[in-house]
């Protein structure tokens, strides 16, 4: 992920996207178009000229995953289909599955709105949320066994 190169590698000081293509072996022109999105987006700030390059706009801690996503136009979708308001998944029909595939997507953003690209940077944020997860997956679990066992 290239913001999480910049925020680990910039120090706060410009960072060359070269240098970002080169860490993470992904192509330049595509850097620039990302980086122009992020730019208008306000999570980063661009220098011009020689030793030009980006540095994050805001601390790393106030900017989430999900942020970025949106700023990159690259939307949570777990269901295949665009224009749900007025048609259906299937013909005129929702999909069976459609209602499960959609709360797992919004479950999905929820996570990443919670995850902080000071999180990733450290790893912390990540193990935590899936910590919390099992734990409320397991405490969820626990109602229907109990019940089912009876008193």
């Known amino acids: 992920m290239a913001m999480a190169d910049l925020a680990k590698n910039s120090n706060g000081e410009v960072l060359s996207l ?11 022109s595509y850097l620039e178009q990302l980086f122009a999105k992020l730019r208008r987006a306000g999570l980063v700030e ?13 601390d790393v801690q106030d900017i989430t995953i999900s942020h970025i996503m949106t700023a990159v136009e690259e939307p949570v979708r777990m269901t295949r ?13 929702r999909c069976l599955t459609h209602d499960l595939w959609r709360a797992l997507g919004d ?13 990733v940077i450290d790893n912390a ?4 949320s899936v910590q919390e997860a099992a734990a409320g997956s397991l405490s ?6 109990k019940a089912a066992a009876g008193p």
């Not at 030793?51 to 994050?56: A, D, K, M, N, S």
């Not at 479950?107 to 999180?119: E, K």
């Open 81 to 93: 289909c665009h224009l749900e308001d007025i048609g259906g998944c299937v013909g005129d029909a």
């Open 46 to 58: 661009s220098a011009r000229g020689p030793g030009g390059g980006y540095r994050l706009a805001s």
């Open 18 to 28: 070269a240098a970002i293509s080169a860490r993470q072996q992904l192509s330049l």
């Open 140 to 145: 969820a679990e626990e109602g229907p066994r």
């Open 107 to 119: 479950h999905i953003v929820d996570f990443l709105g919670n995850v902080t690209l000071g999180d």
């Open 125 to 128: 944020g990540a193990k935590q």
